[in-house]
T-cell receptor, first 115, second 109 residues
Framework: GAVVSQHPSWVICKSGTSVKIECRSL??????MFWYRQFPKQSLMLMAT?????????EQGVEKDKFLINHASLTLSTLTVTSAHPEDSSFYIC???????????FGPGTRLTVT | GQNIDQPTEMTATEGAIVQINCTYQ??????LFWYQQHAGEAPTFLSY??LDGLEEKGRFSSFLSRSKGYSYLLLKELQMKDSASYLC??????????WGAGTKLIIKP
């Protein structure tokens, strides 16, 4: 089956610093990648959708200058949380889909804690 | 607006059967997914329905009625490891996934 990896799996950073999270599709070409955020005991919240080679489409209320998304290749997308604050602490999950599939394949998630 | 409703929490007994319902109102419909999510982990795919009817896969089955905007996930022979959140998600006309809030299923011995 299709495999999506995320790195790092968890990260602790200080307030004001930036953190980069990588999402890779290991055995398929992901034309579209999705970034989600999930707070404890809540459902997934879509942050943005990115297509390879084009700018990401952000959901309403998500600051594009704070959450930088790059989808430079068909197997890699990155999410950079800039000037992180404690309220950015959350579980960030990416998913990937290729043009021939209907299913989104999820990465294992990255737990971010901002102190 | 787009809306997906599912119960917040359900409790069932090990070995029993449980049905988790999901109703949806979306702009267009291109399929309905069920995902399982254990605490602290990413969701894992369970089923996909795009046509009306029942899809069976081992102990899990999923049903869809497009005319009623309704689906259910049926879990048989419940095991303790089935304790998890079950997420219903619908793909709308733009192929965007609209997520329900999830149903937390608690299995008791």
């Amino acid at each position: 089956g299709a495999v999506v990896s995320q790195h790092p799996s968890w990260v602790i950073c200080k307030s004001g610093t930036s953190v980069k999270i990588e999402c890779r599709s290991l055995d398929f070409q992901a034309t579209t990648m999705f970034w989600y955020r999930q707070f404890p005991k809540q459902s997934l919240m879509l942050m943005a959708t990115s297509n390879e080679g084009s700018k990401a489409t952000y959901e309403q209320g998500v600051e594009k200058d704070k959450f930088l998304i790059n989808h430079a290749s068909l197997t890699l997308s990155t999410l950079t949380v800039t000037s992180a604050h404690p309220e950015d602490s959350s579980f960030y999950i990416c998913s990937a889909r290729d043009t021939t599939e209907y299913e989104q394949y999820f990465g294992p998630g990255t737990r971010l804690t901002v102190t | 607006g787009q809306n997906i409703d599912q119960p917040t929490e359900m409790t069932a007994t090990e070995g029993a059967i449980v049905q988790i319902n999901c109703t949806y109102q979306t702009s267009g419909f291109n399929g309905l997914f069920w995902y399982q999510q254990h605490a602290g982990e990413a969701p894992t795919f369970l089923s996909y329905n795009v046509l009306d009817g029942l899809e069976e896969k081992g102990r899990f089955s999923s049903f869809l009625s497009r005319s009623k905007g309704y689906s259910y996930l049926l879990l048989k022979e419940l095991q303790m490891k089935d304790s998890a959140s079950y997420l219903c998600a619908v793909t709308d006309s733009n192929y965007q996934l609209i997520w329900g809030a999830g149903t937390k299923l608690i299995i008791k011995p």
